[in-house]
């Protein structure tokens, strides 16, 4: 967004009462709220997808495989 497009908009909000304002910023903020939400969400289910997709189970399997070896080597687990 330009910024004469953001200064437009703050001297509109300027304008408003503080009471307006006010109710403005609770409403933008449970706007960004349910969208970070949603967005959450979103990637819950497309990491489950991806936990359950067989190819990505077996690059997985072949990944823990090649780091066996390593695993002996006395270090611990974190």
């Known amino acids: 967004m330009s910024s004469s497009v953001l200064s437009e908009i703050e001297n509109k909000i300027n304008q408003l009462s503080r009471e307006e304002q006010l109710c403005l910023i609770e409403q933008l903020a449970h706007s960004l709220r349910e969208s970070t939400l949603k967005d959450q969400s979103i990637l819950e289910n ?3 997808a991806m936990a359950s ?4 189970q077996s690059e997985l399997k072949k990944i823990d495989e090649e780091f066996a070896l390593t695993e002996s ?6």
């Open 46 to 48: 497309q990491l489950v």
């Open 53 to 56: 997709d067989p190819e990505i």
């Open 73 to 78: 080597d006395g270090l611990e687990k974190v």
